[in-house]
T-cell receptor
Framework: DTGVSQDPRHKITKRGQNVTFRCDPI?????LYWYRQTLGQGPEFLTY????????KSRLLSDRFSAERPKGSFSTLEIQRTEQGDSAMYLC?????????????FGPGTRLTVL | QKEVEQNSGPLSVPEGAIASLNCTYS??????FFWYRQYSGKSPELIMF????GDKEDGRFTAQLNKASQYVSLLIRDSQPSDSATYLC?????????????FGSGTRLLVRP
């Protein structure tokens, strides 16, 4: 399978715990994006990388959230001190090239439930 | 005003009919437009993209773009029950000095057998 993969697919955690998600993009894609989606809404941009450089973070992203893409391949998204409001589907997408117009392809997502 | 607006639906059509899904956007400078399909509990799947004014056809799907009216639509011909899903419109919009893909909230489509 050469698509975007994410791990884990589901995560249940207690409030206050830290969680980390992983995304493996399509191999030749140099851009990697993280989105969050809640019920009844479209995906909401969180941050993106071009190769290993994190180029932008949404203003909506609190300092409890951090993302890395250390070697320009896979990426991790960590949420510290989780809150119930963090419950959502976390989506990763990747695209090829430097143009902002290139199509983004999504992974299956990680569904986070914070109890 | 939201950057990308869609009617939440549900839009209900009988099997075999044409389903018409609409989307408006706020940024006149937007250059690329995407339609994604999302089944319940799954991630978005890219159906089509369009960059130029007019129509673009791919099988049973036709995307239509009118930049002057800031309007993009998706037509699904010969609708099938398997087309029942939420359809997300996404637009590349300049925000905070860079382009970002901004999604509408989606239109839920129900195709009745």
């Amino acid at each position: 399978d050469t698509g975007v993969s994410q791990d884990p697919r589901h995560k249940i955690t207690k409030r206050g715990q830290n969680v980390t998600f992983r995304c493996d993009p399509i191999s030749e894609h140099n851009r990697l994006y993280w989105y969050r989606q809640t019920l009844g809404q479209g995906p909401e941009f969180l941050t993106y990388f071009q190769n290993e450089a994190q180029l932008e973070k949404s203003r909506l992203l609190s300092d409890r959230f951090s993302a890395e893409r250390p070697k320009g391949s896979f990426s991790t998204l960590e949420i510290q001190r989780t809150e119930q409001g963090d419950s959502a589907m976390y989506l990763c997408a990747s695209s090829m090239g430097l143009s902002p117009y290139n199509e983004q392809f999504f992974g299956p997502g990680t569904r986070l439930t914070v109890l | 005003q939201k950057e990308v607006e869609q009617n939440s639906g549900p839009l209900s059509v009988p099997e075999g009919a044409i389903a018409s899904l609409n989307c408006t956007y706020s940024d006149r400078g937007s250059q690329s437009f995407f339609w994604y399909r999302q089944y319940s509990g799954k991630s978005p799947e890219l159906i089509m993209f369009i960059y130029s004014n007019g129509d673009k056809e791919d099988g049973r799907f036709t995307a239509q773009l009118n930049k002057a009216s800031q309007y993009v639509s998706l037509l699904i011909r010969d609708s099938q029950p398997s087309d029942s899903a939420t359809y997300l419109c996404a637009v590349n919009i300049m925000m905070d000095s860079s382009y970002k893909l901004i999604f509408g909230s989606g239109t839920r489509l129900l195709v009745r057998p």
